[in-house]
């Protein structure tokens, strides 16, 4: 990103950037009071499986929430037509708001994934987005459309809403699992560049991975009422001997695993718990023959903190790729939430986050990290407590809704960093 936008971070409300001259249609009468969310890629029902643990969960949940938002209808992800009518008794918006201005819309088309093919992906959000904008036009003249698609963000017609977010919590043109999407997922950030949509990404490497001059970086965050009574650690977890460095997420190809077997090897007197869901088991084959490493499937997310609370060091251990350059782990905002020390993979969306940290280079051995980690004395619980509420999540919604719904939405802002430190992101 070149010129003024980036040279003017600052927080607070959008500014008009250096030479850049307002225009009647930029001008908007008080604060949108209308907003469609489209998830993009998961639905209401996954929110709720995953304890509305991920940035778009959140925020999607605050504004249903939000008072001040007269009318908010949320977008579940495509899903099967025939998927649906084999689980058809299965309830989809369990536990949603609803009301006459609180509605979720649950789009069916037969194949649950996107097609391959630019133009195809395109026909699909296109017509989503008509469907959505006569939605919308049934109550409002301009409701706001947030989206976390960004081929929708792409196609999105600007005539119609008062406004297009882009919603980029994750960076899907370096996703390894949408490797066949690639293509369309590059189209898609150009044309979003090219349209100055107003993107609001969790890390500064998505920004700049899109390139539009209306970019706001949020970070990530903590849900403060999750950590203030957590509830005691699963007794399979308080079988483990002690010391032991715990890892919580997906369990995928991001995970340095050559770098956990050789520290198991080296502290061979402590434990390495690995928690989460097993996305790709083949790099995880080796630690099988590692006898103090112990990996468990997915649990819920009091029992993740509680485990992360008890443990001795928490591990992020992710390679550097591309993925992992754009991307904050939410568990290092955990982790640090409940004052535990932390060793991680020194990467730009991870510097900063918090002092109770020691980096190291990505592939380079970390025993010596996780014993100078473990080695740090108790957090103090008054600066523990104002990290807490520095980086809770109500402080992002208001952050990410200035930012999404401002009234000068409709111009071009600076380049900004809400939040100061780290960055959100992928589990």
């Known amino acids: 990103?070149?010129?003024?936008?980036?040279?003017?971070?600052?927080?607070?409300?959008?500014?008009?950037?250096?030479?850049?001259?307002?225009?009647?249609?930029?001008?908007?009468?008080?604060?949108?009071?209308?907003?469609?969310?489209?998830?993009?890629?998961?639905?209401?029902?996954?929110?709720?499986?995953?304890?509305?643990?991920?940035?778009?969960?959140?925020?999607?949940?605050?504004?249903?929430?939000?008072?001040?938002?007269?009318?908010?209808?949320?977008?579940?992800?495509?899903?099967?037509?025939?998927?649906?009518?084999?689980?058809?008794?299965?309830?989809?918006?369990?536990?949603?708001?609803?009301?006459?201005?609180?509605?979720?819309?649950?789009?069916?088309?037969?194949?649950?994934?996107?097609?391959?093919?630019?133009?195809?992906?395109?026909?699909?959000?296109?017509?989503?987005?008509?469907?959505?904008?006569?939605?919308?036009?049934?109550?409002?003249?301009?409701?706001?459309?947030?989206?976390?698609?960004?081929?929708?963000?792409?196609?999105?017609?600007?005539?119609?809403?008062?406004?297009?977010?882009?919603?980029?919590?994750?960076?899907?043109?370096?996703?390894?699992?949408?490797?066949?999407?690639?293509?369309?997922?590059?189209?898609?950030?150009?044309?979003?560049?090219?349209?100055?949509?107003?993107?609001?990404?969790?890390?500064?490497?998505?920004?700049?991975?899109i390139g539009s001059e209306r970019s706001t970086v949020i970070p990530n965050g903590v849900d403060v009422s999750e950590v203030r009574d957590l509830p005691a650690p699963p007794a399979w977890f308080d079988q483990l001997r002690r010391p032991v460095a715990f890892y919580s997420g997906s369990l995928q190809q991001r995970v340095d695993t050559d770098a956990i077997a050789a520290a198991a090897r080296d502290l061979p007197d402590w434990d390495f718990c690995l928690v989460g869901p097993m996305v790709d088991p083949r790099p995880f084959d080796q630690l099988a023959a590692v006898p103090n490493v112990h990996i468990h499937e997915r649990v819920p997310r009091a029992e993740v903190l509680a485990m992360a609370a008890a443990a001795s060091v928490c591990l992020v251990p992710h390679r550097r790729t591309e993925m992992t350059v754009a991307m904050s782990p939410l568990k290092l905002y955990e982790y640090a939430a409940v004052g535990t020390p932390i060793v991680a993979t020194d990467l730009p969306s991870i510097r900063g986050v918090t002092d109770r940290m020691v980096l190291v280079e990505p592939g380079a051995p970390q025993a010596a990290a996780i014993l100078a980690a473990a080695q740090m004395p108790p957090a103090d619980q008054a600066s523990l407590w104002q990290w807490r509420l520095q980086h809770d999540w109500s402080n992002r919604y208001v952050a990410w809704r200035a930012a999404a719904l401002s009234t000068d939405a409709a111009r071009t802002s600076t380049y900004r960093r809400e939040g100061a430190t780290g960055s959100g992101g992928d589990a």
């Open 1 to 209: 990103m070149s010129g003024p936008y980036r040279s003017r971070p600052h927080v607070g409300g959008r500014s008009v950037a250096r030479g850049e001259h307002m225009q009647p249609s930029d001008v908007v009468d008080g604060p949108p009071s209308e907003v469609v969310m489209a998830l993009g890629f998961s639905t209401w029902g996954d929110a709720r499986r995953r304890d509305f643990g991920f940035s778009p969960d959140r925020m999607a949940r605050a504004l249903l929430e939000d008072p001040d938002i007269a009318d908010v209808t949320v977008v579940d992800a495509f899903r099967s037509r025939l998927g649906r009518a084999k689980n058809w008794r299965q309830p989809r918006a369990e536990g949603f708001p609803h009301g006459p201005d609180r509605r979720i819309v649950h789009p069916l088309r037969w194949a649950r994934r996107d097609p391959l093919g630019q133009e195809r992906v395109v026909r699909h959000y296109r017509s989503l987005d008509r469907r959505l904008a006569t939605l919308g036009r049934r109550r409002s003249a301009a409701p706001v459309l947030v989206t976390c698609h960004p081929v929708h963000a792409a196609v999105a017609d600007r005539s119609v809403w008062r406004d297009v977010v882009y919603y980029a919590w994750d960076d899907w043109l370096s996703y390894p699992l949408m490797t066949q999407w690639r293509p369309v997922t590059a189209w898609a950030y150009s044309r979003m560049a090219a349209q100055r949509t107003n993107v609001i990404g969790v890390t500064p490497a998505i920004i700049d991975r």
